[in-house]
């Protein structure tokens, strides 16, 4: 790595951390119903949604309720972008004419986007229409994203309430993550995407003419509205099929840079929310070291992979697959990054990586999108991995566990096992089926310890939610749309729902005050515990398949030449 290398990582995640008790701080006076600026703007609008929709805001729900309006709000989403996709051919802002979505791929995509997966088995340019991609796709992205930070503030509450079950009105918080969080946030970077070059038309493709002479037709439409959205939502679906490699997502080092941070943005400021929401952000900022610590881990990995002499390239630095306008540095940043995230957006073939830097990308994914993850998900689930450290530590000194100061029990317990565990199970089961059966090895690009790493690679990304994948696995045949499908509804809901039901459990109990014998939750000691509970469990379960894949192709790597 070069000087201006370090220079940009410093400055990279010294602005992360600038801003994330900036926007946390934000976020906390839309969610504790303080009066704020855009409050005075838009709270007309707000009122007018809450009528429109026949809801009254101030009705609480307890954990039953609130997930029972989440699954039935996300499956209206999910049925109508399978129906938009299907009849998209008969549908206007359709310039090119471009036929119905085949139904397989549709529910495969209906599911991904509705679940904040963006998981794309197809080219977008060449398969949606214009009012399948703003309409259908870029709604979705606000919707599921809107869905996750409402469930970490349900979740929030439910922890620190004295007595009561209720966990706040579903319909209150997605309405408020939308109107206040999501679409400023967009709008700003939309139009600061565009002053670099980002296009934002529902222009059709327009004809060149090469220097060769050659006939080309280059699309067009609304890029830089998803793009604004997909990056700070952690969506990751691109408008294109080249993702933020292609020129007209991603056209300057600027707008990389930008892009890249607003990966991390909203799941780090997320958590200093959290942290002000129990009443204490000395807690959140231990949640937020934990995270940091894995995330440069598995930077270290990819970068020390990526710059390494590669044989394969006569000894020379990785550079396959690469955008040469933003080189390795950035490359392997952007795949940390989006990878840590449960964002999946890219601007470099991660089936191009070393073997190494394949094993950064799945490291992040197999931890369960909890190093910030995606927007409320990734941290809604490290606290699930927080229940189970505080319990592990409970049980060290002869103690009834608690946190933030309620006892933890038998419940929370098999709640935690269920959203920790299931996924894994899943992941790994899905994984084997794929590896055995003709279907799913008809789709490799590669034999051997990679085509497993590719194999391994989609069912970690659809079932964590984050929708990046290797790309030599050839994922549009019924076999994976199908199967991954079922992957994609596991990944959001067998942890969505788990994570409900303990600030469910939790809500109506007694906070006991603080004694000798109770573990702090915001020193050095909770987040090394923390990271090792992490590190732990999903090594447990993954680290055979990861030996078979990644390793062992990099063990491999030196003898191949």
Known sequence: MSQRDWLQLTVYFGALIVLTPILGGWMHRIFSNQSHVLRS??????????????????????????????????????????????????????????????????????????????????????????????????????????????????????????????????????????????????LVFALVLVSQGVVQTFSSSVEVTSLEGAKNSIPLGPVASQV??????????????????????????????????????????TVDLYGRMVGSRRHGWALFSAMFVLLLATLAIGLYGEFQPNPAVGGLANLEGKETRFGIFNSVLWAGTTTAASNGSVNAMHDSLTPLGGLMCLVNLVLGEVVFGGVGAGLYGLLLYVVLTVFIAGLMVGRTPEYLGKKIGKTEIIWVMIGTLVPFAFLLLFAAIAAVHPAGLASLGNAGPHGLSEILYAFASMIGNNGSAFAGLNANTPFYNLLGTAALAIGRFAVLIPALAIAGSLAPRKVSPPSAGTFPTDGILFVVLLVMVVVVVSGLTHLPALTLGPIVEHVLLGRSF
């Open 41 to 186: 703007l838009l709270g007309r609008v707000e009122r007018a949604i809450y009528r429109l929709g026949g809801c009254n805001p101030e009705e609480t729900m307890n954990w039953r309720q609130y997930a029972t309006a989440l699954v039935l709000f996300n499956g209206v989403g999910f049925l109508v972008l399978f129906a938009l996709q299907l009849g998209q051919h008969l549908l206007p802002f359709n310039p090119e004419h471009l036929p119905a979505v085949p139904p397989a791929l549709a529910l495969n995509t209906a599911m991904s986007f509705m679940t904040n997966t963006n998981w794309q088995a197809y080219s977008g340019e060449a398969t949606m229409s214009l009012l399948t991609q703003f309409a259908g796709l870029t709604v979705q992205n606000f919707l599921s994203a809107a869905s996750g930070l409402s469930v970490l503030v349900a979740m929030a509450r439910g922890l620190v309430s004295r007595g009561s079950d209720s966990l706040g009105n579903f319909w209150t918080d997605l309405v408020r993550s939308t109107l206040y969080v999501l679409l400023p946030l967009s």
């Open 228 to 269: 604004a959205i997909k990056q700070l939502g952690t969506n990751g679906g691109g408008y294109f099929g080249a993702n933020s490699a292609h020129p007209f997502e991603n056209p300057t080092p600027l707008s990389n840079f930008i892009e890249m941070l607003a990966i991390l943005l909203l799941p780090a400021a």
